[in-house]
């Protein structure tokens, strides 16, 4: 029971703000005369905006699958002192625009969805790595010293002591790395990939304001509405007494 007191909190915080934002959205749109517009491209958000999730889905997904456990290498004694030079590397990657990221991956996986995926799978990789790596050094020795003394073995450690507590950090890092890639995608148009963003460039060069704005939108909230999914599949499953949401 004494639990119900915060989750009902935390629910409740989240359907509000969903509601206010929803209304002041419904109001804008409807006092600027948007509302019709979204309308008639109803059909086309609700294709596009699928083909967008899928992209954000696959990339994104692939990016935690290698990149949360490449942390945790990078984090144990065999493969530490090459920790840093991972980090270095990857910071190189990041570095570079990510519609020549496109553009280099296109001349590989020709046009379409394969690089796009692989573009927005690179720009995602970086954080979630980052704060992998990042979370599990942070981990307070003493509680390391005080598992190894208790005699649990290198893995139980990992798994019972340093990954919980450093799952709030390496969530941090999946979120990041979440809005990059929904905010990425709508340029994943300029190759021949699906998403949002081919409403937004069509409405760019036919100078639609209307247009621009029905793939703009719903962008923008679908990286509310994951951010969204991502705190409250955080509040669930950190441990309590390693989770400041609790």
Same mark, same amino acid.
């Given at each position: 029971?004494?639990?119900?007191? !915060? ?7 989240? =359907? ?19 509302? /019709? #517009? ?27 699958? *290698?990149?949360? !456990?490449? @942390? ?6 065999? %493969? ?9 590397? *990857? ?44 979370? *599990? ?10 598992? =190894? ?5 290198? =893995? ?11 799952? %709030? ?15 990425? #995608?709508?340029?994943? %148009?300029?190759?021949?990939?699906? @998403? ?12 639609? %304001? ?7 939108? /719903? ?24 989770? !400041?949401?609790?």
């Amino acid at each position: 029971m004494a639990d119900a007191a !915060p989750v009902s909190q935390s629910a409740h915080w989240w =359907r509000n703000s969903l509601y206010i934002l929803c209304f002041v959205l419904g109001a804008w749109a409807w006092g600027s005369g948007l509302l /019709p #517009v979204l309308a008639d491209h109803w059909d086309d958000i609700v294709y596009l905006g699928n083909e967008h999730i899928q992209l954000v889905a696959i990339s994104g997904g692939a990016a935690i699958l *290698l990149g949360v !456990p490449a @942390g945790i290498m990078l984090t144990r004694p065999a %493969f530490q002192r090459y920790g840093d030079m991972a980090l270095q590397v *990857l910071n190189i990657g990041a570095t570079v625009p990510t519609l020549a990221v496109l553009a280099l991956s296109m001349s590989v996986f020709g046009i379409g969805n394969p690089p796009a995926l692989f573009a927005l799978f690179v720009a995602s990789l970086l954080p979630i790595v980052a704060n992998t790596t990042a979370a *599990l050094r942070a981990v307070p020795p003493h509680l390391i010293e005080a598992a =190894r003394g208790m005699g649990l073995s290198q =893995r139980q450690i990992l798994w019972q002591v340093e990954f919980p507590n450093a799952l %709030f950090v390496i969530y941090a890092g999946i979120r990041t790395a979440l809005a990059i890639n929904v905010g990425t #995608v709508p340029l994943a %148009f300029l190759i021949g990939g699906g @998403g949002l963003g081919e409403l937004i460039f069509t409405g760019i060069a036919l100078n639609e %304001f209307g247009t621009m704005l029905s793939g703009a939108i /719903p962008t923008a909230l679908l990286a509310l509405l994951v951010d969204m999914a991502m705190t409250q599949l955080q509040f669930w499953t950190i441990p309590r007494g390693v989770n !400041p949401m609790r």
